[in-house]
């Protein structure tokens, strides 16, 4: 079992910053990749960036050039740091954590941080 707990969310300007972070508990070892996801009002969850356990990464079109995924496996704490910041990118975001074992991948969520970037 992995647990993760976010922080970090809160009330910015159009075009300033916020940096969230994810930290995580319990299984750690075993988790390969990491990732944020957002869900604004009435809308679906969407992918906003991936990290592997080798560092690879992966935006949304969305976010390219603005957001920045990192990881620190000895802080076992996942960081997003939004730049740029839009009133579109007002969302509920979610850490998540998979971990793959033979025949399958378990995947946890965290309990999600609240941003809201102001016009």
């Known amino acids: 079992q992995v647990q993760l707990v976010e922080s970090g969310g809160g009330l910015v300007q159009a075009g300033g910053s916020l940096r969230l972070s994810c930290a995580a508990s319990?299984?750690?070892?075993?988790?390969?990749?990491m990732c944020w996801y957002r869900q604004a009002p009435g809308k679906q969850r969407e992918l906003v960036a991936t990290i592997t356990d080798g560092g690879s990464t992966n935006y949304a079109d969305s976010v390219k050039g603005r957001f920045t995924i990192s990881r620190d496996n000895a802080k076992s704490t996942l960081y997003l740091q939004m730049d740029s910041l839009k009133p579109e990118d007002t969302a509920v975001y979610y850490c998540?954590?998979?971990?793959?074992?033979?025949?399958?991948?378990?995947?946890?969520w965290g309990q999600g941080t609240q941003v809201t970037v102001s016009s």
């Open positions: 319990g299984s750690i070892r075993r988790i390969n990749t």
């Open positions: 998540n954590a998979k971990t793959f074992f033979a025949g399958g991948v378990n995947a946890y």
